[in-house]
Each structure stands twice: as structure tokens, then as C-alpha cells.
């Protein structure tokens, strides 16, 4: 069976719930869009590609991919490094902040177990999705790395998807970001980026914009998301506009976009057409922003999404 794996960062996620008490979870792009792939298709195998540490709280990520079902071949643990860290801070009228611990995180030395050899364990058919902020993430040194591993995969014939998510703060400058964003988008068979993300980046202000700006790559599907608005794909030479139905109740839209892309990945890898996956993928991502947390309850979950 064909696999689809998410390369990237799984943070250690902590919360106040009062002076006195942390809760504390999982939490990353790449790790939460593999957790909803695979909750709502167990039939499907989905993977994390990421280095973590020994402590003890790398031991517990670990038992938790496994509690997600996720597939843990390429999970790696360097001896001398721990996983990244953030801390979810709410002020009084409710905004949240975030401050990370995650500059030498072991993540960042992925490249170090990904040898060619681990590329041969790839099979013709899988996936592989990355993201702007595994991009970022992985040291800029070990970047030539990464892009030659892509470059062996897709001729092996894994299909690459992207998603840009650009966080600002994990680069050096923008240069460096759109150097790598355009990198990413000539190997991707799949992109799957946010109007916002492009923003900043190369001037793209709607998502028709944004579709012609993927198109130039010559990507095969591509898919542009826009918080409540309208989801915008085009594949096979089709240009379709998909309406969303927004979410009266917004809670906390951390993971959205991620939600949606491992929803939305699934349902094509499990042959729905395009509009059935943006509407599955839509509903997941609105329910995920009426949850507390990158992660919904896996119950509350399950129960909105009807595969
Ligand atoms: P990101 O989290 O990457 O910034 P978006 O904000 O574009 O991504 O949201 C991703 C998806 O989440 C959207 O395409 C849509 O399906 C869903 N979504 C986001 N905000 C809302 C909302 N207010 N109501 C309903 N759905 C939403």
C-alpha cells in the first residue's frame, strides 16, 4: 500500500489553564495535517518525516504519533537534542500570543538522518508533503540537502505537495524565503497555498492570482485557500470555485490550513474529486476552529466528519 508522508517539525505545545498549570500537548503544521488524514482515513497510511530527541519528552511524542496511527519509519532521534517548544499565552480579551523555544531543536538536524539510503525506502506512488516551515526549519547548511533528497524522490516517482505556510520570523530574510518557496513550487506535483502567504512574498493579493502565479511552475493541482472565502482549484485544465460555509462561531483558527490539507490530500489519494475533497477538507477545517488548540478532540472530531 502506498504511503503519504508529512516532512517537518512536531513541537512540544504548552498552555496556561491557570497560574498554577500548564497543559501540554503535540503540536506542528506537517505533524496536525497528518493527524486529520489519518483520523478520518484509517484506510490510509500516513507517515511523519522529523528528528526528535531521547528525553522523556520525545519518548511521549513518539507514543502519541503511534496513538495517532501515524506511520513512525522516519522518525529519527538525535542523541543530543531536544524537540521545539512553544507556549500558548491568552491575555485578557482573549488574543493569543506565542513565544518558541525551537531554534536547535532537532528537527532542525533532519537532513542528518536522511541519507540516500532512506530515500530508497520510498516507493513509486507515495506522497511526500513539506511546508514553508519544514523549509525553514531545517538548517540553511543542510537545505542543499533536502532539495536534492526532493529531487531523487519525485524521479523516483513520489509525488511532492507544498504548502508555502510562511511564517515570517523563520527566515533570515525575505529573499531567502522566495528563493525557496520558488524552489519548492518547481518540484511540487501538488501546492495547496494560502492567499496570505503569498502576500507578503510575491505581491499576490486574490487567489485567481495565485493560481496563475502556481501555474507558471507548470504545477498539476493546485489549490488556494482563503480563510472563509471561496476555495479556488485548478486541475486538468479546469478552473473551479468551491463556496465555504463560514463558521458563525470561530474559537481558535490555529491549524485551519492544516486541517484542510490533510483532509483535503486524503480524499484525493482515496480518488474524490476535487470539489468532494474541498468540501470534506472544509468541514474539517471548520470544525478544528471551533476547538481550542491545533489539535480538536478526537471524538468532537470524528463526529462532524462524515467520509
Ligand atoms: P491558514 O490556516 O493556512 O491560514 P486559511 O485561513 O486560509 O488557512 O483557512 C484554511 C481553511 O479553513 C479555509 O480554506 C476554510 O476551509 C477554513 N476556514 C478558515 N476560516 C474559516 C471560517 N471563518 N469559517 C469557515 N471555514 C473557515
Redesign the pocket.
Known amino acids: 500500500m502506498n504511503k503519504i508522508f508529512f516532512l517537518g517539525e512536531c513541537m512540544v505545545e504548552l498552555r496556561a489553564i491557570d497560574d498554577n498549570t500548564m497543559e501540554q500537548s503535540f503540536a506542528g503544521d506537517v505533524y496536525n495535517s497528518a493527524v486529520y488524514l489519518q483520523r478520518c482515513f484509517p484506510g490510509i497510511k500516513a507517515g511523519m518525516v522529523t528528528a526528535v530527541g531521547t528525553d522523556a519528552l520525545s519518548e511521549k511524542m513518539i507514543q502519541k504519533f503511534h496513538h495517532e496511527s501515524l506511520d513512525t519509519t522516519f522518525v529519527f532521534q538525535h542523541k543530543d537534542k531536544v524537540p521545539g517548544l512553544y507556549l500558548i499565552k491568552t491575555d485578557a480579551v482573549g488574543e493569543r500570543s506565542f513565544t518558541y523555544w525551537r531554534s536547535d531543536a532537532a528537527a532542525r538536524y533532519l537532513m542528518d538522518f536522511l541519507s540516500d539510503d532512506v530515500a530508497g525506502l520510498f516507493k513509486t506512488g507515495d506522497a511526500l508533503f513539506i511546508s514553508g516551515i519544514s523549509l525553514a526549519v531545517i538548517t540553511p547548511a543542510a537545505r542543499s540537502a533536502l532539495w536534492s533528497l526532493l529531487e531523487q524522490l519525485k524521479s523516483r516517482g513520489v509525488t511532492l505537495i507544498f504548502?508555502p505556510?510562511y511564517r515570517a520570523r523563520l527566515w533570515s530574510s525575505t529573499d531567502e524565503a522566495i528563493t525557496a518557496f520558488q524552489r519548492a513550487f518547481q518540484l511540487a506535483d501538488i501546492a495547496l497555498p494560502?492567499?496570505?502567504?503569498l502576500e507578503v512574498l510575491f505581491g499576490i493579493s486574490n487567489a485567481e492570482a495565485a493560481i496563475e502565479y502556481c501555474q507558471s511552475f507548470g504545477i498539476r493541482e493546485i489549490v488556494v485557500?482563503?480563510?472563509?472565502?471561496s476555495?479556488l482549484t485548478y486541475a486538468n485544465g479546469q478552473l473551479q470555485k468551491h463556496p465555504?460555509?463560514?463558521?458563525t462561531k470561530?474559537v481558535d483558527?490555529?491549524?485551519?490550513?492544516?486541517?484542510?490539507?490533510g483532509v483535503y490530500l486524503g480524499a484525493r489519494i482515496q480518488n474524490r474529486s476535487i470539489s468532494d475533497a474541498?468540501q470534506l477538507?472544509?468541514t474539517a477545517?471548520?470544525t478544528?476552529?471551533q476547538h481550542p488548540g491545533a489539535i480538536a478532540p478526537a471524538a468532537a472530531f470524528r463526529a462532524a466528519m462524515v467520509t
Open positions: 504548502d505556510n494560502g492567499v496570505e502567504d485557500k482563503n480563510g472563509p472565502e476555495v465555504i460555509t463560514p463558521v470561530v483558527t490555529t491549524s485551519a490550513g492544516d486541517a484542510f490539507n474541498v477538507a472544509a477545517a471548520g478544528v476552529i
